[in-house]
Nanobody, 126 residues
Framework: QVQLVESGGGLVQAGGSLRLSCAAS????????MGWFRQAPGKEREFVAA????????YYADSVKGRFTISRDNAKNTVYLQMNSLKPEDTAVYYC???????????????????WGQGTQVTVSS
């Protein structure tokens, strides 16, 4: 089992920044990557970003490329999502997720993630 605890959400004006954190505990070595997803009111949950624990490239949804940055601190088992130039359409509950094992690719696929945090609200006002 992997436990995930998110923090850092809040209310920010358009153009502002927020940094989300996700602290992982438990069998953190049992998966190959972490990701962030979000769910806006009335919409399905969607992929935002992902990062492998082992390094290499990071992955982003087109809607956040150039504005969001995912990073990790392996020593702290923590993943971050730096969100800059926020827009009202970024308003959502943001979820941290851990993959269920070691897979080849598919970092954007929600079904490959077995563990989820409780979510943190991000609200961007216009």
């Amino acid at each position: 089992q992997v436990q995930l605890v998110e923090s850092g959400g809040g209310l920010v004006q358009a153009g502002g920044s927020l940094r989300l954190s996700c602290a992982a505990s438990g069998r953190t070595f049992s998966n190959d990557a972490m990701g962030w997803f979000r769910q806006a009111p009335g919409k399905e949950r969607e992929f935002v970003a992902a990062i492998p624990w082992s390094g290499g490239r990071t992955y982003y949804a087109d809607s956040v490329k150039g504005r969001f940055t995912i990073s990790r601190d392996n020593a702290k088992n923590t993943v971050y999502l730096q969100m800059n130039s926020l827009k009202p359409e970024d308003t959502a509950v943001y979820y941290c997720a851990a993959r269920g094992g070691y897979y080849s690719g598919g970092f954007h696929l929600e079904g490959s993630y077995a563990y989820w945090g409780q979510g943190t609200q991000v609200t961007v006002s216009s």
